[in-house]
């Protein structure tokens, strides 16, 4: 299925600087599942999280920059939905990887780790999306993969969050994690964001 | 002092537990106290407070792990505020938390009562009305008496095993005389390992006694640590095998040399120097 045809609509600029924050939301959720994975060993690698949130914030500002001079045949409120979920995606997974050294975290949690996989997932999605909608391809598997992988993430969420409030928890796991979790959730809820706003932007162009 | 009208509620986690769930370092007594008596515990409450105790009034029976967690000394507990299923309770509480000095303080009661709930597990019984310098006094040797003849109570001296010299005198293990650095947290797993050496500590129960609360479901901390302390040992002692992994389950102490079988001999206990 034909899409949003950058030859045709004059918004090239603009989704190749969509595929860029795809590609930085990508690195992102994969930098953050490594951490995860072997922590404490590799925590330097939230550094390397942080300096992906800094690129994010300025691929955002190119992305507004571009609607501003250059305009754009995309609904430019639809650019501005896409252009803030994909940075609410890589906020939210700095936010989890800062938190981990905020709050003095000494041991992952298997919830966390599974997590962070699922965000991996989606955002390997939503990169492979912008991709396939810069070239005007169709993007209905990652969509659905990405809607898959948020369900998934709320399960998870869900029974983390519940197992932190099983009598005899040390009240200070409970408010770490429980905050770890949420921003874990909400990374994974900002890439569904971005399956909305393209599907929207899929639907407005039959 | 601490006082609180909760039945939820967490000490912070105290420095050493042995295998019971008991503290054998000494430091102001943990009591927490099960009764509705305001007069009674607010006149004890004042007591203990100024002995610089920390106490807690539990105003609804707690389950047995949120005692655990809480690393009391003594619970003080009114069976007549318990109805009839106080019985039970402390047969339950007694039974589960084998570390924790039980002290029944109730009103009028018969032979048998008293009778029952020492042989289910009770350490002491004070009828009511009774002077709370004698409760005071009385936990005081319910807890003195717990500590001799809890299983740690004569670790003083170090733990020897393998190239491994583990000091709780000096919260601290050796190689060769030479200290592999252990941070406090370390220690008190390692010690806990060593102490029940060739038998398997399930996760639950090590980070229950050396965090000192439940462990939640998915909690990595007892592997990561148990990660650091192997690696802080094999730099000393590069040779031997101290910790072994039960996949599933948790984790068992047992020194083995390069090629050898698991040594059969119990730690060897020596007199302190310290």
Redesign the interface.
């Known amino acids: 299925m034909s899409m949003l045809r950058s030859s045709s609509n004059g918004s090239s600029g603009l989704l190749v600087l969509f595929e860029e924050s795809g590609r930085n939301v990508e690195r992102t959720g994969s930098l953050l599942r490594e951490l995860l994975d072997d922590?404490?060993e590799h925590s330097s690698l939230a550094r390397d999280i942080l300096i992906c949130e800094q690129e994010g914030d300025r691929i955002t500002h190119d992305i507004i920059h571009e609607m501003t001079i250059n305009g754009s045949k995309l609904d430019q409120r639809d650019a501005y939905e896409l252009a803030r979920a994909l940075d609410d995606v890589v906020d939210y997974a700095e936010e989890t990887a800062d938190s981990l050294e905020l709050y003095g975290v000494?041991?992952?949690?298997?919830?966390a780790q599974e997590l962070a996989a699922v965000l991996a997932g989606a955002s390997e999605a939503v990169a492979s999306a912008l991709t396939h909608l810069r070239a005007g391809e169709d993007v209905s598997s990652e969509l659905i993969e990405i809607h898959r992988l948020e369900n998934e993430g709320d399960r998870i969420s869900r029974e983390?969050i519940a197992?932190?409030f099983?009598?005899?928890?040390?009240?200070m796991?409970v408010i770490r994690?429980k905050d770890i979790f949420e921003s874990l959730e909400q990374a994974i809820d900002s890439c569904e964001t971005v399956a909305h706003v393209i599907e929207g932007m899929r639907l407005k162009r039959r | 002092m601490q006082e609180s009208q909760s039945a939820?509620i967490?000490f912070a986690p105290a420095p050493v537990s042995n295998v019971t769930g008991v503290r054998v370092q000494p430091g102001p007594i943990r009591l927490a106290v099960i009764d509705t008596d305001t007069g009674f515990v607010r006149v004890l409450g004042k007591r203990v407070g100024e002995m610089g105790w920390q106490h807690r009034v539990l105003t609804a029976p707690p389950?047995p792990?949120?005692l655990?967690?809480m690393r009391l000394h003594a619970l003080i507990v009114d069976l007549a505020m318990l109805g009839p299923s106080g019985w039970e309770f402390l047969e339950h509480v007694c039974d589960s938390v084998p570390g924790l000095g039980v002290i029944v303080c109730t009103g009028s009661s018969s032979v048998a009562q008293r009778v029952r709930g020492l042989r289910i597990g009770a350490d002491d019984w004070i009828t009511k009305p009774c002077h709370p310098q004698e409760v005071i006094a009385r936990v005081e040797a319910v807890v003195r008496r717990r500590k001799r003849s809890a299983p740690g109570a004569a670790e003083d001296g170090p733990l020897l095993a393998g190239e491994l010299e583990i000091r709780s005198d000096q919260f601290q293990a050796f190689v060769g005389g030479q200290s592999i650095d252990l941070t406090r947290r370390e220690f008190e797993l390692l010690h806990l390992l060593a102490k029940a050496r060739g038998r398997v500590l399930e996760r639950d129960e090590i980070y229950q006694h050396v965090?000192?609360?439940?462990m939640?479901?998915?909690?990595?901390?007892?592997?990561?640590?148990v990660r650091k302390v192997r690696q802080k040992i094999e730099r000393f002692s590069p040779d031997w095998t101290y910790i072994h992994t039960h996949f599933g389950i948790g984790y068992r102490f047992e020194p083995e040399a390069p090629d050898d079988e698991p040594t059969e001999a119990p730690p060897e206990e020596v007199p302190s120097s310290a």
Do not use: C, I, N
């Open positions: 922590f404490p000494e041991a992952p949690m298997e919830q983390a197992s932190l099983k009598s005899g928890t040390d009240p796991v994690w | 939820a967490h389950r792990e949120d655990l967690s965090w000192g609360y439940a939640v479901h998915g909690d990595r901390s007892v592997d990561v640590f």
